[in-house]
């Protein structure tokens, strides 16, 4: 049945963004338009609106981190990307998954591929990845139910019928960590063509017991089959293997005190060799359609098909250490998931005049099927303490089911946009967006207990832009979304949270975006995004969730990218967030440090040698909701990194990343009180880069 589904949903509604000849910038032109993008500064993009728009005219904060950006700071992760760009908490995901705390909304969910729902969790790659663009505040018109704080959208590298392009690329740190990758694009007939992105990855870092290996392969089919259509057809199979590693514990308070990071451990393994593991295989399928109905109708839609079998187990400091040298409690499990995604969206975009004015309206429709299964078994350990004066590692077995959940989830949704031009200097944009999603599941441990709801939504979008010439925007703005109570991932809807409505987010903001001048660009933002019937996990059982009121978000953010002066580019920005429950200030919301900075600077000081510095600021936070006194808060911290780029010709470059130059001693992520991840040391990367 699924099967027959997706032939007979690419048959008809084959996906897309937006598609042209040329993608611009410094990216290969493309038969599929993916943004254009000029060094460091990303000019327009799809996502945010679903139509191809200028970001000056987008009235919302939108920060991304081109191709050019990621080879030079040498990233092999999203967690890498996403740490400069402030207003961006990275969340240590247990080890196993990509989790991050936007304005305050912490979520493992709210990532997006080409603008299409990938949400399911895993460490997600970068080897085919054109640009990684990061929308702050909640739309539900454009993305559907969560991205209360914002979300994540990957771009993938497309098809160019120019030329025959190829490269390569070989990077080894030294901690020990190694990878391979190669791009290959070529023209397989007029206006068809082929590429193909693959990697290869053996991970390792200073942390005791670690290893892993990665690898993925993206074949990608694009052509134009008729003057005005094109059509791609693209296939990504993802191995991941690791090990599982939830970071240190904090030291517990001997007096009144707030905790923190146990020092003196960076290195220390807090699970059990040989047992904590993490596993993914994932199959992910996309097409996309795009053509031209009359000379101002377009029709563009997309579909995803995602096969994903995953696992992890682990074994895990569970609670605080009695003193540096003491004692620290252990738990475990282990957690297979799978998931299969089935997600279709088609949208007819039509550009007319009413009344003098021009209009470009959106028209959509998205439905979606995503079945889960998940089970769980407690770990029995021989020892569930361990030593840290004498560390010999307990024996784990894992007998029985303690959860076994299957459920099915269902949506469809409505919406329309209308981007409307008062002139050359006046953009309103309307839409408003119906969800009809629908959970039904069955809890097989609890006597094939039977679990569902269904919440039917509505969710507004209203954004004014003021430009009072070209290349400078105001604007303001007001949206929602929405969660439903069934949680990120479908499989937490209890009795009782059934009967609650879904939590809602507003977000309120002010801001304003300038082109310096073409090739550079600064944007300011004041935002406010309240949570509504919002839940917090609870402490005595934080698989499980309370409901914690209403909470909110306050702040300021700006973000600079583009070329400052020939030769030298940069990207990066400041962000302020106050984050609490309204009417109790004590309670503060968890991984929201209060100030953050990132600046990273490439200055080529010719055609053949560059420097590249980057700085890292984070202030202190709470490693989960403070709503006590024995919440552990993460110190503030700053990491310099640096680089040193060599062109030798136009075929080869070579470059010498180095993180942590000044070897600065920090905790770069957590994901509660006892599970906090030690920055890493000074390290460097060595890479090398072959074009043709």
Request: hydrophobic share 35%; net charge negative; proline share 5%.
């Amino acid at each position: 049945m699924r099967t027959s589904l997706l032939v007979s949903a690419a048959i008809l509604t084959l996906p897309g963004a937006a598609w042209a000849d040329e993608a611009g910038g410094d990216s290969e032109p493309s038969i599929l338009v993916i943004g254009e993008s000029e060094g460091y500064l990303t000019i327009d993009s799809a996502t945010a609106t679903k139509t191809d728009t200028p970001l000056l005219d987008v009235p919302q904060t939108i920060n991304a981190v081109t191709r050019e950006q990621i080879d030079d700071q040498a990233h092999r992760s999203l967690a890498d990307v996403l740490r400069y760009v402030p207003g961006v908490t990275i969340g240590q995901g247990e080890g196993n998954r990509d989790q991050i705390t936007l304005r305050g909304q912490n979520t493992t969910a709210d990532f997006f591929l080409d603008g299409v729902r990938d949400d399911v969790q895993y460490f997600r790659n970068l080897y085919n990845i054109e640009r990684v663009e990061v929308l702050k505040g909640p739309y539900a018109l454009i993305f559907g139910r969560g991205g209360g704080g914002g979300i994540i959208n990957r771009v993938q590298k497309a098809p160019s019928s120019d030329r025959v392009f190829a490269g390569a690329e070989a990077g080894i740190n030294t901690f020990g960590a190694w990878t391979v990758s190669a791009d290959f694009n070529t023209p397989i007939a007029d206006g068809a063509a082929f590429r193909i992105n693959a990697f290869y990855e053996e991970l390792n870092n200073h942390r005791d017991y670690f290893d892993g290996k990665r690898y993925a392969v993206n074949p990608y089919l694009a052509f134009e089959f008729a003057p005005g259509w094109k059509a791609g057809l693209s296939y990504e199979y993802v191995y991941d293997d690791r090990v599982t590693d939830r970071g240190i514990p904090s030291l517990a308070c001997t007096q009144p005190c707030t905790p923190g990071p146990l020092p003196g451990h960076r290195d220390t393994f807090f699970g059990v060799p040989g047992v904590n593991r993490t596993g993914l295989e994932a199959h992910i399928v996309k097409a996309r359609l795009d053509g031209e109905l009359t000379e101002n109708l377009r029709w563009t839609s997309t579909v995803l098909y995602g096969d994903y079998d995953k696992y992890y187990t682990n074994v895990y400091a569970t609670g605080a250490a009695t003193a540096v040298d003491g004692t620290v409690p252990l738990a475990g499990y282990t957690d297979p998931t799978t998931r299969q995604n089935f997600i279709a969206q088609s949208n007819l975009i039509a550009d007319i005049d009413v009344g003098g004015f021009a209009n470009t309206i959106l028209l959509g429709i998205e439905y979606g099927d995503q079945d889960s299964t998940n089970q769980r078994r407690n770990a029995v350990i021989s020892d569930s303490t361990l030593d840290l004066a004498n560390i010999a590692y307990p024996s784990v077995t894992f007998p029985a089911f303690t959860r076994n959940r299957a459920s099915d989830v269902s949506f469809v949704a409505v919406y329309a946009q209308d981007q409307i031009s008062f002139g050359d200097h006046v953009d309103l944009i309307v839409g408003l967006r119906y969800d009809r999603f629908k959970i039904a599941g069955v809890d097989i441990q609890d006597g094939n207990r039977s679990f569902g709801r269904t919440d039917e939504k509505w969710s507004p979008r209203v954004g004014l832009v003021v430009k009072p010439q070209e290349n400078i925007s105001i604007y303001g703005s007001y949206s929602q979304s929405f969660l439903p109570r069934s949680g990120d991932q479908f499989l937490t809807l209890s009795t009782s949270q059934q009967d609650l409505a879904p939590e809602k987010f507003t977000n309120y903001e002010l801001g304003a975006k300038w082109n310096i001048h073409p090739d550079f660009s600064l944007t300011a933002a004041l935002f406010q995004l309240d949570r509504t019937n919002a839940t917090t996990p609870d402490p005595v059982d934080p698989a499980m969730s309370i409901v914690a009121g209403k909470t909110r978000t306050r702040g300021l953010e700006l973000a600079v990218s583009g070329q400052v002066l020939p030769g030298w580019q940069v990207s990066g920005g400041y962000t302020y967030q106050d984050a609490k429950l309204r009417g109790n200030d004590f309670v503060r919301l968890g991984q929201v440090p209060e100030h953050q900075f990132a600046l990273w600077n490439r200055y080529d000081f010719n055609p053949s040698v560059g420097l590249g510095v980057g700085v890292v600021h984070q202030s202190s936070q709470f490693a989960a909701n403070r709503t006590s006194a024995s919440v552990t808060r993460l110190p503030s911290f700053t990491r310099i990194d640096a680089a040193l780029f060599y062109t030798v010709n136009d075929t080869v470059e070579l470059q010498l990343n180095v993180e942590n130059a000044l070897d600065e001693t920090y905790f770069s992520d957590a994901h509660n009180n006892n599970n906090i991840t030690p920055g890493a040391p000074i390290n460097a990367r060595f890479t090398a880069r072959v074009k043709y």
